[in-house]
């Protein structure tokens, strides 16, 4: 599985930098390339940009009508909007507009006109390439991380529930307009700020793609701020980004990954069985998330108010590999009685190559096949991960990636052959970082080290748990 971020960006060669004290903000020309095909953008940069500050980015997804190659028309509605000098003055905020190619669209676009919608496995290409200019922008303008919030309309709004469910850690808020999705996938949203408008009247894009999405957050307890607009055709956008509209609480949102984190636990937690029992099984990373504050830790706190019949048995010893692992995992997990466990290994078996004491890849795959098989025996369901990093500089700039991936892939493989459900944080851990890390740092983005985990490490994992213990609860016959 090839990480959606994984490709070089270019910078287009008519990118300029704005200049301080206009009285309207004027558009930046970019452009990025990927896979041989070129996705233009506009940018909107705030009236002054001062040394030293970071600023809020709105990524637009504009509708069907402003595709094309021009790099211009998508400027209308929101852009257009956010370029008169009283709101740009007002919210002092980058605004990217990246232009869908004619052919392709930012979602499937079945999301907007059937009844019964299942989101792709992978994104369009056109919403890879709107990726892209979101990760140039970041690397190369003061964008504040923690204030990067999302929204579009019709098309784009369907491409915005698109994003948001791919990538439900990187916004602050988002604000699908006229749009709709896979109402299945909801769950991902936990903890997420959600502004959701739509007119009753639509001929266009049937309100009830929006109603879908409201009914499946509200079964989960999620919240969402819905705004249906009676009388309202397909243009609700003239209200969500008008006066009483959205645009105060996009722009006030900041990125949550506490709240997030809580949120995806009490979804865990709802899906559990009676005296479940979980056991998380690897070496010194999640010896540590047993410690205050590591990602053990924060799924037990949020378990033990929510269902205080479940109890969390750690399993981390430092040093740890699968040969390791297949000769505790009967003392440490089945005499436990544990009923779900999730496995976080690999980091050692590649790790301690270096030294000559790694674990050869066929041992590896066979280790990881047999543990999993002989947990299935005893009634354990079981969550495999793939390793996550060794250093956090871009995905092939570390000096032990070429091996890392490979056995990720090898985790993935036998998750597949064994029925385990996989937690790909290899996959997970470069995509934030490529956001994220923009300049290129080798650790203090997830780990304090490049290997062990800081404080938002420990609640990006325990996120990347929950969601997954969750699937694997749910895929239980």
């Given at each position: 599985m090839i990480p959606i971020l994984a490709c070089c960006l270019m910078l287009a060669p008519n990118h300029q930098e704005p200049q301080p004290q206009q009285s309207s903000p004027t558009f930046l020309k970019g452009q990025v390339q990927l896979e041989g095909k070129t996705y233009p953008y506009l940018l909107l940069p705030p009236l002054e940009v001062l040394e030293d500050r970071s600023y809020p980015l709105v990524l637009f997804l504009h509708g069907i009508?402003?595709?094309?190659?021009?790099?211009?028309?998508?400027?209308?509605?929101?852009?257009?909007?956010?370029?008169?000098?009283?709101?740009?003055?007002?919210?002092?905020?980058?605004?990217?507009?990246?232009?869908?190619?004619?052919?392709?669209?930012?979602a499937n676009p079945d999301s907007l006109h059937t009844d019964s919608f299942t989101q792709d496995p992978e994104p369009t290409e056109a919403l890879r390439g709107a990726i892209r200019c979101l990760a140039e922008v970041i690397r190369e303008h003061p964008i504040d991380l923690n204030r990067m919030a999302?929204?579009?309309?019709?098309?784009?709004?369907?491409?915005?529930?698109?994003?948001?469910?791919?990538?439900?850690?990187?916004f602050s808020a988002v604000a699908p307009v006229c749009g709709g999705s896979d109402p299945s996938q909801a769950h991902r949203l936990a903890g997420l700020p959600l502004?959701?408008?739509?007119?009753?009247?639509?001929?266009?894009?049937?309100v009830e793609r929006s109603r879908a999405m409201i009914k499946a957050l509200g079964g989960l307890e999620l919240g969402v701020q819905y705004t249906e607009v009676p009388g309202v055709g397909h243009n609700s956008w003239d209200n969500a980004y008008g006066p009483g509209g959205c645009l105060d609480d996009l722009f006030a949102a900041r990125r949550d990954p506490a709240g997030i984190q809580v949120a995806t636990a009490k979804l865990l937690a709802q899906s559990l069985r009676p005296d479940e029992r979980i056991a998380f099984l690897g070496d010194s990373i999640t010896q540590a998330g047993n410690s205050s504050g590591g990602f053990v830790d924060l799924l037990r706190t949020v378990l033990r108010d929510a269902r205080p019949d479940v109890q969390v048995i750690p399993a981390g010893i430092s040093g740890h590999k699968v040969p390791d692992l297949l000769k505790r995992f009967e003392a440490d997990v089945i005499h436990k009685q544990a009923?779900?466990?999730?496995?976080?290994?690999?980091?050692?078996?590649?790790?301690?190559?270096?030294?000559?004491?790694?674990?050869?890849?066929?041992?590896?795959?066979?280790?990881?096949?047999?543990?999993?098989?002989?947990?299935n025996s005893a009634g354990v369901t079981v969550v495999l991960t793939t390793p996550s990093v060794i250093?956090?500089?871009?995905?092939?700039?570390?000096g032990l990636d070429a091996m890392l991936e490979e056995y990720a892939a090898i985790s993935r493989q036998v998750a597949i052959e064994t029925g385990a459900t996989l937690c790909d944080l290899s996959q997970a851990f470069h995509q934030h970082l490529l956001l994220f890390n923009p300049k290129g740092l080798e650790h203090s983005i997830l780990t304090r080290d490049g290997v062990h985990l800081n404080s938002d490490g420990d609640h990006f994992v325990a996120i990347q748990a929950a969601r997954s213990l969750r699937r694997a609860v749910l895929s239980r016959k």
């Open positions: 009508g402003e595709c094309g190659t021009d790099n211009e028309i998508q400027k209308a509605h929101f852009p257009a909007r956010m370029a008169q000098p009283e709101l740009a003055r007002r919210f002092g905020a980058y605004v990217l507009a990246p232009q869908c190619p004619p052919e392709d669209s930012w999302l929204t579009g309309l019709s098309m784009g709004g369907a491409g915005t529930w698109d994003l948001a469910l791919r990538f439900p850690d990187v502004m959701v408008w739509h007119g009753d009247a639509d001929s266009e894009v049937s009923t779900l466990v999730y496995i976080y290994i690999g980091i050692n078996d590649v790790w301690h190559s270096k030294s000559g004491k790694g674990t050869p890849p066929d041992v590896f795959k066979n280790g990881l096949r047999d543990l999993i098989t002989r947990l250093g956090e500089k871009a995905q092939g700039s570390n």
